[in-house]
């Protein structure tokens, strides 16, 4: 069984930064791909970042050169760096972690003010 907890989000302003992590623990390959995914209302769930455990990153265009997504193997942790945020960035931001199976976490919001 693998958890993912979440932790950051929460309400900024436009241009604003805001930092999320996501820690997993259970039984998983260490190759896993890590990532964040999010959700707004009315809208179907879409990739933000992913990233393996090499520590090759893929970005939505949406957040390229504004959100920087890393890795800690060690702790088994990756870390959502967002920067200049934008009101279209309001979304539930959801940790996931995918190997053989898919695994989500509960999500956190991200409100961002315009």
């Known amino acids: 069984q693998v958890q993912l907890v979440e932790s950051g989000g929460g309400l900024v302003q436009a241009g604003g930064s805001l930092s999320l992590s996501c820690a997993a623990s259970g039984s998983f390959s ?4 890590m990532g964040w995914y999010r959700q707004a209302p009315g809208k179907q769930r879409e990739l933000v970042a992913t990233i393996t455990s090499g520590g090759s990153t893929n970005y939505a265009d949406s957040v390229k050169g504004r959100f ?3 890795r800690d193997n060690a702790k088994n942790t990756v870390y959502l760096q967002m920067n200049s945020l934008k009101p279209e960035d309001t979304a539930k931001y959801y ?3 995918r190997e053989i199976l898919t695994f989500w976490g509960r999500g956190t919001q991200v409100t961002v003010s315009s």
């Open 95 to 97: 940790c996931n972690l």
């Open 68 to 70: 920087t997504l890393s």
């Open 30 to 33: 260490r190759f896993s791909i």
